[in-house]
């Protein structure tokens, strides 16, 4: 998959740079002489474009996810086998005497939180974004 990305961002790269068939004015060709930087292009954008496209929305609610996983939710599973050890109340935690439900309380947590978009996964590999930066070009 990421030889797939690489290569349509060298695809992308070369439809940008290359210079096309027709001759160009000056001010054209001047313009083209520039380098092409697709980090500058994905910083220019907003945070309202990457959840436009569908490819960046969904890497994003992945890495969200990702990170809910590795910091939160073992804080969460933890404070629930706490208080159901403490309490070990049938009317507030069940008869969950193993901490079963530690797990579905997690998630149930991880419906309600607000979600925190990270763009610098696509500032680090522009070719996680290639659709965006095709359909702004």
């Excluded at 096309?20 to 001010?27: D, Y």
């Excluded at 109340?89 to 008869?95: D, F, S, V």
Aim: glycine share 0%; net charge negative.
């Amino acid at each position: 998959m990421k030889n797939n990305l690489e290569m349509k961002l060298l695809h992308l790269y070369i439809k940008k740079v290359m210079p096309r068939r027709t001759t160009f004015r000056k001010e054209e060709y001047a313009s083209s002489d520039e380098e092409w930087n697709p980090e500058k292009i994905l910083r220019s954008l907003s945070l309202e474009d990457f959840l436009k496209c569908e490819d960046t929305r969904q890497i994003l609610i992945n890495e969200h996810y990702d990170n809910f996983e590795k910091n939160i939710k073992p804080r969460l599973e933890h404070l629930y086998e706490k208080y159901n050890f403490l309490y070990r109340n049938e009317k507030l935690l069940g008869k969950d005497w193993e901490n079963i439900s530690s797990n579905c309380f997690a998630n149930l947590i991880y419906n309600y939180i607000n979600v925190k978009y990270d763009l610098e996964v696509f500032y680090q590999c522009p070719a996680l974004a290639i659709e965006l930066l095709e359909s702004k070009s």
